[in-house]
């Protein structure tokens, strides 16, 4: 597969997550926890590429949450390159291959991207927060499965070329 239709695709996907977790997000809250649709999408985008480009779609992540938070944009971009840079090592546990697994991943991913966050940009209660992140990575992880097989079914076997 040809770098750039690869490129422009995983874009198109990464602003749609963007889109989609703006628009919906808020109503799709259960039991207190809110979906982070731009981080499931891009932890899943993670565990079919190889280690440089999953670091390039956390960044693209960081970059995207961080300019709909109206935050600094450096602590989410830090926080989700790095948790998309160990996701993808996933391999070596073989994880990729099941769905199940890469909810696993998820949720953990999001659990690690949120404390790498809470250290470079700390909220004002920890308790309510780690309670929070610990919800939403539950509900990351469900909605994960169902993500990574869309994924890997649109980008098929050539997506590591």
């Known amino acids: 597969m040809k770098r750039g239709p690869f490129t422009i695709g995983v874009a198109a996907i990464m602003w749609t997550a963007a889109v989609l977790h703006q628009a919906l ?10 979906p982070d649709l731009l981080l499931v999408v891009g932890l899943a985008l993670c565990l079919l590429m190889e280690r440089r480009q999953a670091a390039w779609v956390g960044f693209a992540s960081g970059v995207l949450m961080g300019a709909m938070a109206m935050a600094n944009l450096a602590s989410y971009v830090v926080s989700r390159t790095l948790t998309s840079y160990g996701v993808s090592y ?3 546990l073989e994880l990729r291959s099941s769905p199940w697994g890469a909810g ?10 949120n404390l790498i966050l809470m250290f470079l940009a700390p909220p004002p209660l920890i308790g309510p927060f780690l309670g929070a992140t610990i919800r939403t990575a539950v509900y990351n992880g469900v909605l994960a499965v169902p993500v990574f097989l869309l994924l890997r079914r649109a980008l098929g076997p050539l997506h590591r070329s």
């Open 25 to 34: 997000s808020f109503r799709l809250v259960i039991f207190g926890a809110r």
């Open 104 to 113: 696993a991943v998820c949720a953990a991913g999001t659990i690690l991207a």
């Open 90 to 92: 996933s391999e070596e």
